[in-house]
């Protein structure tokens, strides 16, 4: 079975940093495209960044480019978000999705991790 | 950020037919990227429910397909039951963004 358990979300002050976590299980994470998606309150889905099965190609939503960096693990099975200079606009529960690369889907998703981003 | 259009409700008695469109520009799904749809029900993640326009995954129910023709896309819902009450996304690549993006969601209420 196809598992995605997210971690690390919490309450950070404007300007802060935070790393998620993905821990992947029940399929070769090696063999996908994996991505971050995030949902703030009330709102609708936004598409964050995606990582290649090897890590050699990321690609970012324009609001996040130069602050957050999508890595990942292949030994681990995991996948990462580093979020830095965090703003209000950026409060949300992030998911991480397995992602059909040349189609561009995401078939399976994590619960989320809420991220605050407060005073 | 570009986003794809979609209706903020639809309603419909239990038993009818229910659609939903979502529509696009010509660097998504004009372009020919292919159109995926998502059900989030309350306080749960999305789940994957249509793929390339109108393909099911296993276990989702054939009450629910897909089309797509030009800049525009839509889910119909058919037999409308009480448990499809949920907020409803189209998602496709944008090459202008090099990257996914979603269509702004519906709310779909069962009467």
């Known amino acids: 079975e196809v598992q995605l358990v997210e971690s690390g979300g919490g309450l950070v002050q404007p300007g802060g940093s935070l790393r998620l976590s993905c821990a992947a299980s029940g399929f070769t994470f090696s063999f996908y495209w994996m991505t971050w998606v995030r949902q703030a309150p009330g709102k609708g889905l936004e598409w964050v960044a995606n990582i290649k099965q090897d890590g050699s190609e990321k690609y970012y939503v324009d609001s996040v480019k130069g602050r957050f960096t999508i890595s990942r693990d292949n030994a681990k099975n995991s996948l990462y978000l580093q979020m830095n200079s965090l703003r209000a606009e950026d409060t949300a529960v992030y998911y991480c999705?397995?992602?059909?690369?040349?189609?561009?889907?995401?078939?399976?998703w994590g619960q989320g991790t809420l991220v605050t981003v407060s005073s | 950020q570009s986003v794809l259009t979609q209706p903020p409700s639809v309603s419909g008695a239990p038993g009818q037919r229910v659609t939903i469109s979502c529509t696009g520009t010509t660097s998504n799904i004009g372009a020919g990227y292919d159109v995926h749809w998502y059900q989030q029900l309350p306080g749960t993640a999305p789940k994957f429910l249509i793929y390339g326009n109108s393909n099911r995954p296993s276990g989702v129910p054939d009450r629910f397909s897909g089309s797509k023709s030009g800049t525009s896309a839509s889910l119909a819902i058919t037999g409308l039951q009480a448990e499809d009450e949920a907020d409803y996304y189209c998602q496709s690549y944008d090459s202008s963004l090099s990257g996914s993006i979603f269509g702004t969601g519906t709310k779909v209420t069962v009467l």
């Open positions: 999705a397995r992602e059909k690369g040349w189609q561009y889907y995401f078939d399976y």
